[in-house]
């Protein structure tokens, strides 16, 4: 029954685009995607700025950095906290000039460039009809009988698949290789990206899928299904966070200020937790939809800093394809 | 050589702006990703790894599909049943499928939980580990044994129904006519087929990645993308292209080599009787080989009919607007594909034997050893100075796309042309046809199965295919396979398996339709 009011919505928007001021938002496909925050946000945000928000799809960072300081785009959104330090050092970023003081992430955040505006942690996801006994730490998941699959995505392709080789990496340093080597026999296999190791446990191919602490929410409030659980382990769990970031180019810079403040805004927030099922960067626990609070939190945060994780990566890289060619 | 000194005529006008397009598309693209990179990286023992790991396995692959679909095409060409028009149309299907909907499709048979293992469960044995090279392998002969069986099985019914007449006058038995008329076919036609699957296969990624199991299994496409999306290192992304161009220009040689043209003559277009396959055993032979065939290629499109039958109808609308927007794209797609091969073809026929003939053919094959990534990202630094990439975000698609399906619409259509013109060019010349005229009265009529099958595989090709959307996708035109992609990523699965039902429909019907056209009035 929304379309025809989307549709209407669209048709005014574009006859106020005439003369509205356009800003410009490069954004990862998921989050601009119909199931995605980007429509809600785009409402949002339009409703306060008398301006048309545009975002633009794709591989967010190669196409800023081959667009480089001509690019159109005034604001990114949904970069990753693993490739900052190129984007970083590409100069095509400006100052966010929000006060992050309030924010609700459980870790230390004061970079003045890159924004979080959504974090979740790294987890096994499982079964837990299926699934007797969960593994509590890493160590325990180690210790699993080999014929428990797991589907990994691959760090070379997947910025999830990158976050696990640092959280091993973090829990194991120099023996990384080694708990590689006793997670080996377990893994199913290693896929490009999320959707297909995520499809491929919703389908009953592996009993459990690295995905997120947050994942369970969506098949609770979606879908009434309270099979599926995270676990969550002593040894604590690596924090993946997603950016936004303004150009510093941009002819929009006002409506661009204005959309890194409308990026913490309760009402941005709030639209966060069942669009793109993760925990807003900026919102009190009490403000989260009730389910939230059924999930499993770790008690420990792991994360690397841009430059740590840049110093490790390649070496966990070697030792992640040392152990798992055996 | 001297037996048409014409001029140069529109006709190879086209061939040569064809030729030049492609080029652009594939060489073009490459030198700019160049133009853009900051010096060139050494390759790591990885990367020689990951090219050791893709030529195997691409070896491999090609070999098994072609041997494997020697037998089902035979056994199609020299049975009539019911529904083998059907059959052959569904069998077409898994060389179509986006990626990712095959993968789990081929997963819910084959996986731990498939139908396989839990069949063999009933009679206590251990799953299968579908996980491995043996996996890559297995899915790559799913896709490409569909592709081989109906190239070849073309150049079976082009033996024409006067042959076999005259073997079965002559007393022929079926080995004599494996030997005189069925091998001297497949020397003509298998190399290029297994040239064309083999680089399929090189240049094939996630489905690598996903059955082959863990990092053992990695291609050199996998390597580019790492380039690109980590590393933004368009040098060693362009490097490593550079490598794929290189080795798939070798295998194109030696394919090209081993070929033998058939010489088999004109006929005149009579249905093909065989006289010499009546015994019970070649029957049952044929029998069991379509049954096996039947089995391993439909039963994963039944089980992704199944998962996605449920969640068509509750589809949200804008599914079903991506659907219609990937069929205008896969139209215009097919037929830019049609153009663009014709007139490649017609030219390489004209040059005639010589090298330059092997050459424009040559072009012609580049795209399936263009990394889509490489075109995409090639497109987008050529594109972007003058025009905002994302609102050519559907044209660029069909004509990457185009591009992407020439190869198999050349292999289609080529050999049928040098027949034509080798059995019908002396009578047309001294008719004095050239140019339109020729094409319009002789060539195309004659042509019509080849291209009804290049422009359906084209368009389904390109109903599939999310080939370069990445840098150019425009949030507000996504296509079906895009919008599929984006259920999955929003948790949506169930959705997902819908939308991917109706891709896979939306294909076949395409192809389908085209590939009918192509055989209206034959009676094969």
């Known amino acids: ?326 | 050589m001297a037996k048409r000194l014409v001029p140069i005529k529109p006709v190879d006008g086209l061939g040569a702006v064809s030729a030049a397009l492609i080029l652009l598309l594939t060489l073009g693209t490459l030198a700019a990703v160049v133009t853009r990179a900051e010096g060139v990286s050494a390759l790591r023992p990885a990367d020689w790894a990951a090219l050791r790991f893709t030529l195997w396995q691409a070896f491999l692959s090609a070999s098994l599909s072609v041997l494997l679909a020697v037998p089902v095409a035979r056994a199609l060409a020299r049975r009539q049943f019911f529904g083998r028009s059907a059959l052959i149309t569904l069998l077409g299907a898994p060389f179509i499928l986006p990626v990712i909907v095959a993968v789990l499709g081929l997963l819910a048979v084959f996986g731990r939980s498939g139908i396989l293992s839990t069949m063999l469960g009933w009679v206590g044995l251990p799953p299968v580990h579908i996980y491995g090279l043996h996996g890559v392998v297995l899915a790559h002969v799913f896709f490409n044994i569909p592709l081989a069986t109906r190239l070849i099985l073309q150049g079976w019914l082009a033996i024409p129904a006067e042959r076999f007449r005259l073997a079965a006058s002559l007393g022929f038995d079926n080995a004599d006519i494996q030997r005189v008329l069925e091998w001297p076919m497949l020397r003509a036609v298998v190399p290029g087929i297994f040239m064309v699957i083999f680089l399929l296969c090189m240049t094939s990624f996630a489905v690598v990645l996903a059955l082959g199991g863990g990092p053992k299994a990695t291609t050199l496409e996998l390597a580019i993308y790492q380039a690109f999306r980590f590393d933004f290192d368009l040098g060693k992304a362009a490097l490593l292209a550079v490598i794929q161009f290189g080795l798939c220009a070798v295998v194109a040689v030696i394919a090209w080599r081993v070929a033998t043209p058939a010489g088999m003559g004109a006929g005149l277009d009579r249905t093909v009787e065989r006289w010499d396959t009546s015994n019970p055993v070649l029957r049952a032979q044929d029998f069991t080989v379509l049954v096996f065939a039947t089995l391993f290629l439909l039963t994963p499109l039944v089980v992704i009919f199944l998962k996605g039958a449920g969640a068509v109808w509750t589809l949200p609308d804008v599914v079903w607007w991506s659907a219609f927007r990937s069929v205008l794209v896969a139209l215009g797609s097919a037929a830019l594909a049609i153009s663009l091969s014709l007139s490649l073809a017609l030219l390489a026929v004209k040059l005639g034997q010589k090298r330059t003939a092997g050459f424009v053919e040559g072009i012609g094959y580049l795209t399936i050893a263009a990394s889509p990534l490489v075109v995409g990202t090639g497109l987008f630094i050529m594109i972007f100075p003058f025009a905002r990439p994302s609102d050519l975000a559907l044209p660029v698609t069909a004509v990457v796309n185009a591009a992407m399906s020439l190869p198999f619409a050349l292999r289609a259509l080529s050999p049928a042309l040098r027949d034509i013109e080798n059995d019908y060019g002396r009578l047309a010349d001294s008719l004095g046809l050239s140019g339109w005229s020729r094409l319009r009265l002789l060539i195309l009529p004659r042509m019509r199965r080849p291209l009804g099958f290049a422009a359906g595989l084209a368009a389904a090709l390109s109903m599939g295919d999310l080939g370069v959307i990445a840098l150019f996708a425009d949030p507000e035109s996504a296509t079906l396979p895009l919008q599929m992609f984006r259920l999955m990523t929003a948790y949506r699965m169930g959705d997902a398996a819908g939308a991917a039902l109706v891709l896979l429909a939306l294909s076949l019907c395409l192809f389908w339709i085209f590939d009918r056209g192509g055989r209206v009035d034959a009676d094969t």
């Open chain 1, 1 to 326: 029954m929304k379309y025809p009011l989307i549709a209407a919505g669209l048709c005014a928007a574009s006859m106020a685009a005439a003369e509205a001021p356009v800003l410009t938002v490069y954004a990862p496909d998921y989050f601009a995607s119909e199931w995605g925050p980007g429509p809600g946000i785009e409402a949002g945000f339009e409703e306060r700025c008398a301006c048309d928000l545009q975002f633009i799809t794709g591989d967010v960072l190669p196409r800023l950095l081959l667009e480089g300081e001509r690019t159109e785009a005034d604001v990114v959104i949904g970069l990753n906290t693993d490739v900052t330090l190129k984007a970083r050092e590409s100069g095509l970023f400006g100052t966010h000039g929000q006060d992050t003081s309030g924010l609700t992430l459980p870790i230390e955040w004061a970079d003045d460039v890159f924004l979080p505006f959504d974090w979740s942690y790294l987890s096994f996801v499982y079964d837990n009809t299926k699934l007797e006994n969960p593994p509590t730490s890493f160590e325990a998941l180690l210790e699993m009988p080999d014929d428990v699959k797991i589907v990994i995505q691959d760090p070379r392709s997947s910025i999830s698949g990158l976050g696990l080789l640092l959280w091993v990496k973090s829990v194991y340093g120099d023996d990384a290789e080694n708990a590689w080597a006793r997670l080996a026999p377990k893994i199913l296999t290693v896929t490009k990206g999320w959707s297909e190791a995520y499809g491929m446990f919703t389908d009953g191919e592996a009993d459990m899928v690295l995905s997120f602490t947050t994942s369970p929410a969506y098949h609770i409030i979606a879908e009434e299904d309270l099979t599926k659980s995270a676990a969550i382990f002593d040894e604590g769990h690596y924090v993946l966070v997603e950016l936004a970031a303004k150009i510093a180019t941009t002819d929009q810079p006002e409506l661009a200020d204005a959309f890194m403040e409308y990026v913490l805004s309760e009402e941005f927030q709030s639209m966060i937790p069942t669009s793109n099922w993760s925990y807003p960067a900026q919102l009190d626990a009490a403000k989260l939809p009730a389910q939230f609070l059924q999930l499993g939190t770790p008690e420990k945060a792991i994360f690397l800093s841009e430059q740590e994780a840049n110093d490790v990566r390649d070496g966990a890289l070697e030792e992640w394809r040392n152990a798992l060619s055996q």
